[in-house]
């Protein structure tokens, strides 16, 4: 059989087994990253560069599809730009990485991050492979990584699994004496507060995440602005990287908080 199909830069051979597994980490980067991308739209934000990536990695998979040589050098140049200029540059990859209790966002940014390993690691391997003048079988020790990689995928999805089983403790957490609630990419950390009579509450960002609050919830994706008595004014109010004070509450009740860009972002006040 015929290995080379034509010599020079763009000469082609079948594809190896370090070769296909390039090839299928690279799609499986695109789709999780598609996914990812989906995940974020149905929370109200459309993250450009998440589909650009998505595209560029499906088009490199399709390129070492070909047979050229060197081509899965490529994939693993691209799997190597996809940690270091997208997993540990954005925010948003750290953020999911880091909050397991959110199993999907978490699930996807690890298995970006799994498959741009196997990527790298696969691409130069079949490009060393492609230009050596000896058969390019499948190392034998390639079962292994792939089984640990396989293995550590599951553990942490049963880490998430349980992380997200876990009830949230709803006692309130403060600064400075001030009560305190966290948000984060589309949520609060909490559904609920407890705060005494006359206190103020903190909200704070735990990243450059925009929010825009009002006082009012979300019902069924649905917002519903509302005015309650009592509560302090909360109209339109921009957060972008900062922690914000709303009150004094100098009336005891429930109110609502909510996220006008984030369906289903809600906060009680409870005040007593």
Same mark, same amino acid.
């Given at each position: 059989m015929?290995?080379?199909?034509?010599?020079?830069?763009?000469s082609r051979?079948?594809?190896?087994?370090?070769?296909k597994?390039? /090839?299928?980490? %690279?799609?499986?980067s695109? @789709?999780?990253? $598609? +996914?990812l991308? =989906?995940?974020?739209l149905?929370? #109200?934000? &459309?993250?450009?560069?998440?589909?650009?990536?998505?595209?560029s990695?499906?088009?490199?998979?399709g390129?070492? /599809?070909t047979? %050229?040589?060197w081509?899965? @050098?490529?994939? $693993? +140049?691209?799997g =190597?730009?996809?940690?270091i200029g #997208?997993? &540990?540059?954005?925010?948003?990859?750290?953020?999911h990485?880091?909050?397991p209790?959110e199993?999907?966002?978490?699930?996807?940014s690890l298995l970006?991050?799994?498959?741009?390993?196997?990527?790298i690691?696969?691409?130069?391997?079949a490009t060393v492979?492609n230009?050596?003048?000896k058969?390019?079988?499948?190392p034998?020790?390639?079962p292994t990584?792939i089984?640990?990689l396989?293995?550590?995928?599951?553990?942490?999805?049963?880490?998430?699994?349980?992380v997200?089983?876990?009830?949230?403790?709803s006692?309130?957490t403060?600064?400075?004496?001030?009560?305190?609630?966290?948000?984060?990419?589309?949520n609060?950390?909490?559904?609920?507060?407890?705060?005494?009579?006359?206190?103020?509450?903190?909200?704070?960002?735990?990243?450059?995440?925009?929010?825009?609050?009002?006082?009012g919830?979300w019902?069924?994706?649905?917002p519903h602005?509302?005015?309650?008595?009592?509560?302090p004014?909360?109209q339109?109010?921009?957060?972008?990287?900062k922690s914000?004070?709303?009150?004094p509450f100098n009336?005891a009740?429930?109110f609502?908080?909510y996220?006008?860009?984030?369906?289903?972002?809600?906060?009680?006040?409870?005040?007593?």
């Amino acid at each position: 059989m015929q290995v080379t199909t034509y010599k020079g830069i763009w000469s082609r051979q079948p594809l190896a087994t370090l070769g296909k597994l390039t /090839a299928a980490a %690279l799609f499986g980067s695109a @789709l999780a990253f $598609a +996914l990812l991308l =989906l995940t974020i739209l149905l929370a #109200g934000a &459309f993250v450009l560069p998440l589909l650009i990536v998505a595209v560029s990695l499906l088009l490199v998979a399709g390129i070492i /599809a070909t047979g %050229l040589r060197w081509a899965p @050098l490529l994939g $693993a +140049l691209l799997g =190597l730009g996809t940690l270091i200029g #997208g997993v &540990f540059t954005q925010q948003y990859f750290v953020y999911h990485l880091t909050h397991p209790g959110e199993v999907g966002p978490f699930l996807l940014s690890l298995l970006i991050c799994v498959f741009a390993v196997v990527a790298i690691c696969a691409g130069v391997g079949a490009t060393v492979q492609n230009y050596r003048d000896k058969a390019r079988y499948a190392p034998r020790w390639l079962p292994t990584p792939i089984a640990a990689l396989g293995g550590f995928i599951l553990g942490a999805l049963l880490v998430a699994l349980l992380v997200r089983a876990t009830p949230v403790a709803s006692s309130t957490t403060s600064v400075n004496g001030v009560p305190a609630v966290h948000m984060g990419i589309s949520n609060f950390a909490q559904s609920s507060v407890t705060i005494s009579k006359g206190s103020k509450l903190m909200l704070i960002n735990d990243g450059s995440y925009p929010h825009i609050l009002s006082n009012g919830t979300w019902e069924n994706n649905t917002p519903h602005p509302a005015t309650e008595a009592g509560a302090p004014a909360v109209q339109n109010l921009q957060v972008n990287g900062k922690s914000v004070e709303i009150g004094p509450f100098n009336t005891a009740g429930t109110f609502h908080i909510y996220c006008t860009i984030h369906p289903g972002m809600n906060l009680t006040v409870i005040v007593q």
